[in-house]
């Protein structure tokens, strides 16, 4: 199925250096939100009580517990919200432009569209190329996708191109000659598992995600101290959120030098963007010295055509923290868009 194959592509080939880019592209959070605080003026956030939009039954603590142990990174990114934004209706014609006619072959098939179910996204991994991936999607009814998938059979028939699909309970499989094999699992009612076999595109097939179905609570990245302090200590509520492993092994070539625990944060927006980003090192005399660092390099941009942007731009020391925040309008994203285009970063 288009939308399961293209989500495990997209985000088997991302690395962590494209979160600021989904973040300023994409991130948007509830408009009529009445919460009195937002991603940037708070370096608290929901943590385990969040998430509600890409996490299965169970809650972010069963999700967490079912990610493998190693994993390196998690990224939750909920798509509701990021429909709801001012920012999205600004690209969405770009982005839907470049899957445009997978998606209205889908919507000919299915008789509905999935961007209109899709509710969020969590996924976990490892490695450079996210050799190691487990991907929740959440959104989809176990109805609306087999019939949607008995459609394609049948159409597959039809035009006797070989397809087959093969439903084993909760569990999908649907070859084609000549294409990769589309395999998952539903975790419950509306969501989606898949997991990416270590090394290749492959998705894992019935008894792989029998397995990640059947962890225990408290298992896996649950079953870190260290990961559920930062879970604690970010805003799974909003639309974009991550945390990342500092010994990650595709942060090794960083030239941070100072010791790097982790990166985690998150992004809220409407018209333009509200986040924080923070930077958990080895002692709070190398987050000060961090802070120094960073002032220093945000103070050359005074005077310079691009002041304005580090006046959005807040960064400060919390015990073993640097947290920065951020405010930007959506003409100041456009100046970001043009510098990171000026760069080869979109």
């Known amino acids: 199925m288009m939308m399961e194959r293209g989500l495990v592509r997209t985000l088997s080939q991302s690395k962590f250096a494209l979160v600021a880019t989904v973040a300023l592209g994409l991130a ?13 003026g708070s370096t608290a956030g929901k943590g385990m009580a969040g998430a509600s939009a890409v996490a299965p039954k169970g809650g972010l603590s069963r ?35 470049k899957i445009g006619k997978d998606l209205e072959e889908f919507k000919a098939i299915c008789g509905w569209d999935p961007m209109d179910k899709a ?6 991994g490892r490695g450079r190329e996210m050799d190691e991936m487990t991907v929740f999607v959440k959104g989809f ?12 059979e049948a159409k597959g028939k039809a035009d006797n191109d070989g397809r087959a699909l093969v439903v084993d309970g909760d569990y999908f ?45 408290g298992e896996g990245l649950m079953s870190s101290p260290m990961f559920s302090s930062l879970i604690d200590a970010t805003d799974t509520s909003a639309a974009l959120w991550f945390v990342v492993n500092g010994a990650a092994s595709f942060m090794k070539d960083s030239p941070m030098p100072m010791k790097l ?72 994203l456009d100046k970001i868009a043009g510098l990171a285009a000026m760069g080869g970063g979109f």
């Open 261 to 332: 625990v982790a990166v985690f944060g998150s992004v809220k927006a409407s018209d333009g963007i509200d986040g924080a980003v923070k930077l958990r090192l080895g002692s709070p005399d190398d987050a000060k010295g961090m802070v120094s660092m960073a002032e220093m390099g945000m103070g050359q941009l005074k005077g310079s055509p691009f002041a304005d942007l580090a006046d959005g731009v807040k960064i400060s020391a919390k015990g073993s923290d640097v947290v920065s925040t951020f405010k930007f309008t959506q003409a100041q």
């Open 28 to 40: 948007a959070c509830d408009k009529g939100s009445k919460s009195g605080s937002s991603a940037g």
């Open 173 to 217: 499989e649907m070859t084609k000659p000549g294409k990769d094999p589309i395999r998952f699992m539903f975790a419950d009612a509306d969501t989606i598992v898949l997991q990416r076999v270590p090394g290749s595109d492959d998705m894992a097939g019935k008894a792989a995600l029998e397995k990640v179905l059947a962890a225990k609570d």
């Open 141 to 152: 009814d176990k109805p609306s996708v087999t019939e949607c998938l008995k459609k394609a």
């Open 63 to 97: 999700a967490l517990s079912m990610m493998p142990v190693n994993s390196e990174m998690v990224i939750a990114l909920d798509f509701k919200q990021v429909r709801a934004s001012a920012l999205w209706k600004k690209y969405e014609d770009k982005v839907m432009g």
């Open 119 to 124: 509710a969020g996204a969590l996924m976990a």
